[in-house]
């Protein structure tokens, strides 16, 4: 590990390169948006929520007051969002895509478009479709970037039941989304090696970070209170926001980062701090039978092909 920690400062200017960073409008993808304006990108961050992308917008703004940022509605729930989302985006050339959106342990089971259980259905399908319908508007320079989490270790793609229709466990499924990401990242890579093809897939973990997942759903009074207890926690001994948004702002720009590359926190169990770097990649996610089963079944209930 380097002597000098990789921070913000160290992104190449961005000037003349166009952005989308998907649920920019909050935690990790707000502080990636922000600082890539701030390096001269044209940022397109996407929200469900129309009044929450113009609020992040102008706290951008406030920050930098010569940003170039777009708000883009976007629910990766929805396949018809992301077709209508990614047609606005038509003939428009795309440099860097980060894939940050997410839900993360809803208690109770819900569903995303076509049955698909919400995690699944967002946090993989989602972004699948959305990378599918994007990709004719990639530049051979340009870099898709695929948010994974720690959780990934304990995850497992459970093809009996992928929806969760059988058993759901919230974390379990989470897990199992997370695990599925970095696969995909993982296949996107070879598929596209395959092809001679310089644009780079990539994947990165915040670690440990105090972002809106925590709160992101309806709990009883009692889950609540400890889930702002932990985020407490968390606040104070791991990672902030911004701190969190570092591998993802390293994966877009920094000029060492590799192809089939997974980047995350040095610091203690890769949950905080520390430089940013290689993060450590469990079995399953390298299986590659299994990456290419879960591919063609996100092109099949995503409706799109994709490589």
């Known amino acids: 590990m380097s002597d ?4 913000p400062a160290q992104i190449p200017d961005q000037s003349g390169r166009r952005v989308i960073v998907t ?23 996407t929200a469900r929520d129309a009044k929450k992308g113009d609020e992040a917008r102008s706290r951008i703004l406030a920050e930098v007051p010569a940003a170039k940022v777009e708000v883009g509605s976007l629910d990766l729930a929805s396949l018809d969002s992301v077709c209508a989302f990614a047609g606005k985006e038509a003939g428009k050339p795309l440099d860097i895509l980060i894939n940050n959106a997410g839900v993360m342990a809803p208690p109770k089971r819900q569903e995303a478009d076509r049955g698909m259980e919400l995690q699944f259905g967002t946090n993989v399908v989602g972004h699948f479709a959305l990378t599918a319908r994007l990709f004719p508007t990639l530049t051979p320079s340009s870099r898709v970037v695929w948010l994974a989490s720690i959780a990934h270790k304990q995850g497992k793609i ?24 970095l696969m995909l990242a993982f296949e996107m890579d070879r598929r596209l090696r395959r092809r001679n093809s310089k644009i780079l ?20 009074w009692l889950e609540t209170k400890m889930r702002h207890a932990a985020s407490g926690l968390i606040g104070a001994l791991l990672n902030t926001q911004a701190e969190g948004a570092l591998p993802t702002e390293y994966a877009a720009t920094a000029p060492q980062v590799e192809g089939g590359g997974y980047y995350g926190p040095q610091g ?9 770097g290689p993060a450590k990649v469990s079995a399953q ?23």
């Open 201 to 220: 897939s990539v994947a990165a973990h915040p670690g440990v970070a105090n972002t809106n997942l925590f709160q992101a759903h309806q709990y009883s």
């Open 268 to 276: 203690f169990l890769e949950m905080r701090g520390g430089d940013v």
């Open 23 to 45: 649920g920019g409008n909050s935690g990790i993808g707000y502080y990636a948006a922000l600082e890539l304006a701030r390096k001269g990108a044209s940022v397109v961050l």
């Open 4 to 7: 000098t920690k990789w921070t």
């Open 285 to 307: 996610a390298r299986d590659i039978a299994a990456a290419e089963q879960l591919w063609k079944i996100c092109e099949e209930v995503g409706g799109v092909e994709l490589l």
């Open 158 to 181: 459970n093809f009996d039941d992928l929806q969760s229709r059988e058993h759901y466990s919230p974390m379990g499924a989470y897990q199992q989304s997370k695990l599925a990401d």
